[in-house]
């Protein structure tokens, strides 16, 4: 398959199954270069599931995942790493290593790829702390920092690289209003600066929306709603309406 350039990432009839339990049954999808996209779903959706298939973290059963135009699925091991070194990812939890300061944590990335003069490595991290608001606080440990500092240390080592995408898992999950609002704005000051894509997979729907440029809901397993922010508040489309208003009755599936 050639996929045009306008499209980063395809997926096409992606499938996977854990145990008796179908999670992903047949996912399609087509990613813009460039552009913020949010993958929203309920909790369980598989949202989280669905995103370590886009880095390359597991494998479908079938169905194929391009990015760039290449498939990833079966991809070999050393091929596969190529290619992720264009990734950025903000883990859900922030992922960050407990024994290593903050600027080790931003610094991991540069020395674990790239071969960097260590004024070179300084100069990078100095950088991306500074985006984030956190230069001061390089020598800190992440046990010294509160929760949305944490996540503002995993956004500046997200985009150490300079990242061709970067993936953001729930990255407001367990933060209160205010917090929120600061990664939002800071995750939008950064596209900003540089216009990568931004893959977001979250269940806050208002906050993920305005800074969204496109929207996808996971439901059972599928894509079934891809469009703007706008289109999403003017959806029809009963199961879309009940998750953005969050209402208990509908023909979203309520455990």
């Known amino acids: 398959m050639k996929v045009g350039s306008e499209f980063i990432i395809v997926l096409e009839d992606v499938y996977r199954q854990y145990g008796e339990q179908q999670v992903l049954k047949g996912v399609n999808a087509r990613i813009r270069g460039g552009a913020v996209t949010s993958i929203m779903g309920r909790s369980g959706a598989g949202k989280s599931a669905l995103l370590r298939h886009l880095i390359g973290l597991e494998q479908p059963d079938r169905g194929a995942i391009y990015i760039k135009g290449h498939n990833i699925v079966g991809m070999r091991a050393s091929e596969l790493n190529r290619i992720r070194r ?3 990812v903000l883990f ?3 992922a960050l290593f407990d024994y290593l300061s903050v600027k080790e944590n931003v610094a991991f990335p540069l020395r674990e790829h790239l ?3 260590e004024d070179e490595i300084q100069r990078i991290v100095d950088d991306r702390l500074a985006k ?3 230069r001061n606080h390089q020598d ?3 046990a010294e920092l509160s929760g949305g500092m944490r996540k503002r240390v995993a956004l500046a080592r997200a ?4 990242p061709e995408i970067v993936f953001f898992d729930e990255p407001t999950a367990g933060l209160d209003p205010i917090t929120k609002a600061v990664i939002y704005r ?6 900003a600066e540089r216009a990568v894509t931004y893959v977001i997979v979250s269940h806050d729907v208002q906050g993920t929306m305005s800074i969204s440029d496109e929207v996808m809901f996971l439901i059972d397993g599928t894509i079934a709603f891809h469009g703007t922010p706008d289109e999403v508040r003017k959806s029809s489309d009963a199961a879309v309406r009940q998750f953005v208003s969050g209402a208990i009755e509908g023909p979203l599936t309520i455990d």
């Open 186 to 191: 800071l995750i939008e000051k950064t596209h």
């Open 86 to 88: 264009g990734f950025g």
């Open 132 to 134: 984030v608001g956190l």
């Open 159 to 162: 985009l150490a690289m300079d």
């Open 115 to 117: 071969k960097l003069k």
């Open 140 to 142: 800190k440990l992440p």
């Open 92 to 94: 859900q939890e922030g």
